[in-house]
């Protein structure tokens, strides 16, 4: 266990439904983060959350939502998706000291999504 | 922005042999390498990582070493098992999100 966890483990939704992913982590850390995990693909950053606050969006479309209602918790709200965006969604999390991260991400086991 | 490679994508070794991978990275100035074990089912494991200050680093059976001036590392296996069959992703930062290579999946044959 790596202290990031994430629920569901695998979710099945049709293009019109909406649906949310959560995760928690109870490492105490600051930063938390989404990632896209395809077939063949490099590991793809979504959004970044710096104590609370957005700091990145990597052009991702507007049908994927974040949420960060503190430090220890962040959502992924899911609506009118697409086959394509079936994929290994992973979330992650770090301290960040000042200026600098120690970068030292933990991730969770990932939510297994399929979008039929 | 940072690009990195990372070779082989795929490795199948014989136990007991050694395993080598390998990563380029285009940032000079980053300053952060991680790597990364995925096994099936599960999200990536931090397993090892070095910074730029160092040249190498060794934990039991793994080692990482850095090239700054070539700009490449690369992940060292000694002794492989069955159980270090996975997907080992590297991964580059300069005080910015990590960028991750496509990974490599490594056959341990038993």
């Known amino acids: 266990e790596t202290g990031v966890t994430q629920t569901p483990r695998h979710l099945v939704m049709g293009m019109t439904n909406k649906k949310s992913l959560k995760c928690e982590q109870h490492?105490?850390?600051?930063?938390m983060y989404w990632y896209k995990q395809s077939a063949k693909k490099p590991l793809e950053l979504m959004f970044v959350y710096n104590f609370k606050e957005q700091t990145e969006n990597n052009s991702v479309p507007s049908r994927f939502s974040p949420e960060c209602p503190n430090s220890s918790h962040l959502f992924l709200h899911l609506h009118t998706l697409q086959p394509e965006d079936s994929a290994l969604y992973l979330c992650?999390?770090?301290?960040?000291?000042?200026?600098?991260?120690?970068?030292?991400?933990?991730f969770g086991p990932g939510t297994r999504l399929t979008v039929t | 922005g940072e690009n990195v490679e990372q070779h082989p994508s795929t490795l199948s070794v014989q136990e007991g042999d050694s395993a080598v991978i390998k990563c380029t990275y285009s940032d000079s100035a980053s300053n952060y390498f991680p790597w990364y074990k995925q096994e099936l089912g599960k999200g990536p494991q931090l397993i090892i990582d070095?910074?730029?200050?160092?040249g190498e680093k060794k934990d039991q059976r793994i080692a990482v070493t850095l090239n700054k001036t070539a700009k490449h590392f690369s992940l060292h296996i000694t002794e492989t098992q069955p159980e270090d069959s996975a997907v080992y992703f590297c991964a580059a930062s300069n005080n910015t999100p990590l960028v991750f290579g496509k990974g490599t999946r490594l056959s341990v044959i038993a």
């Open positions: 992650a999390s770090s301290q960040v000291v000042g200026a600098e991260s120690s970068y030292e991400q933990y």
């Open positions: 070095i910074r730029s200050n160092v």
């Open positions: 490492l105490g850390h600051n930063a």
